[in-house]
């Protein structure tokens, strides 16, 4: 059984990990540097999508319902000549458990499928809102390793012309995971699955809940991009159908000290402030650090975005006030139950598009409640205290 460091934690299975922790330098690249970049525009909302292909409701129930059930494994007739070659490029410097948690629910999930695999996973450590050197060496390595499944989420929209390219070749399959709206013009060539949380749908969930604070908000956004519109401004657009705009809308990458700056200057910019609406972990936790620094967190209304581990610690501690808190896994879980279906040549039962479930979560939920949700978030990740 072999068994492989992953920030920390270590992931045991069926699987051979290669994980790249070195620095990466310049390297001749295979593809130029895309400047084109798409807008919010060039995506189907999951809501838009269903409706132009409602034949992806029932694919989409089937497959839900899967996903939350029991692993069904491979039957023993069931030959595989060899191990199913599968590549995940994931960010490496976001403070958010996700990733982590999702290559854990990945690899168990494979494992009861008792799917015979060699993974291959390289981080990816630069917070750069476009296609850098590193991505595109990240890339060409991977690829020479021919994964049959390349598993990758798009940072940047500049990212999508890469993944056009792979998408029209044979292998890699490509799941894009944390990407819930279906990209317009691969309509006709889609990955064999878009994966993750309904930003769109999450964020509703949150500005619902911020509208029971009255008064003036800002927004803390990452860099200009996908997570900048379908959670930056689907938040600010909901408030505007209610008459509100928010005083300022700060970007600060996914990057807590830049958030924690932003804070400071938001409040000093509007001392009536009662809201901050921030869009990720890292962006949560720094404007937290700002409002304790100040002495301030009691009086102004701030959200986490995910629930993970850090996020819960935070509003245990009332750092936070409230958090959109993902069933962790179920998207990791997505991803082995869509290869099992892929490999068995049932590929027309995986849906164009899963979306994980969410549950707010805020300081006036009891602690059972919150264990019983966390339990089913993490059921194969761990809870706190039992990851490996």
Not at 219 to 235: A, E, F, I, Q, W
Not at 345 to 365: A, C, E, K, N, W
Request: hydrophobic share 35%; with cysteine; proline share 7%.
């Amino acid at each position: 059984m072999d068994e492989s460091p992953l920030n920390g934690h270590s992931y045991s299975g069926s699987a051979l990990f290669t994980i790249l922790l070195f620095p990466i330098l310049t390297a001749l690249l295979l593809w130029p540097l895309s400047t084109l970049a798409d807008t919010v525009s060039g995506y189907w909302t999951m809501e838009a999508f269903m409706e132009k292909h409602p034949e992806q409701k029932d694919k989409n129930a089937f497959f839900s319902k899967r996903v939350e059930s029991p692993a069904i494994p491979l039957p023993e007739s069931f030959h595989i000549p060899e191990p199913v070659r599968i590549g995940i490029i994931y960010p490496g410097f976001e403070t958010s458990d996700y990733w982590t948690r999702n290559i854990k629910a990945f690899t168990l999930r494979m494992h009861e499928h008792k799917i015979p695999y060699i993974l291959h996973v390289r981080l990816r450590y630069d917070n750069k809102p476009y296609v850098s050197h590193e991505d595109m060496h990240l890339i060409r390595d991977m690829l020479q390793m021919n994964p049959d499944y390349l598993i990758c989420t798009l940072p940047s929209p500049e990212h999508n012309k890469i993944i056009e390219r792979i998408l029209s070749r044979p292998k890699p399959k490509i799941i894009l995971q944390n990407i819930t709206t279906p990209i317009k013009r691969w309509d006709i060539s889609p990955p064999l699955l878009y994966v993750g949380f309904d930003h769109v749908e999450g964020t509703r969930m949150l500005a619902e809940h911020g509208r029971k604070t009255p008064g003036s908000y800002v927004v803390l956004n990452p860099d200009h991009g996908y997570l900048s519109k379908l959670r930056g401004d689907t938040y600010i657009n909901f408030n505007a159908a209610h008459g509100l705009k928010p005083k300022d809308i700060f970007f600060t990458g996914i990057n807590r000290k830049k958030a924690r700056l932003a804070t400071l200057e938001a409040i000093d910019r509007h001392p009536d402030l009662t809201r901050i609406y921030a869009t990720t972990t890292d962006i949560a936790l720094g404007a937290a650090d700002a409002l304790k620094e100040m002495g301030i967190e009691k009086q102004i209304h701030l959200n986490g975005w995910g629930g993970g581990q850090a996020e819960l610690d935070a509003l245990e501690k009332g750092e936070l006030d409230v958090t959109l808190m993902r069933i962790n896994d179920d998207s990791g879980v997505a991803m082995a139950d869509a290869i099992a279906l892929d490999i068995q040549g049932q590929g027309h039962y995986i849906p164009r598009i899963y979306s994980g479930r969410m549950q707010l979560v805020d300081t006036d939920m009891s602690r059972v409640t919150l264990n019983e949700i966390s339990r089913q978030a993490f059921r194969y990740s761990g809870l706190q205290g039992e990851l490996p």
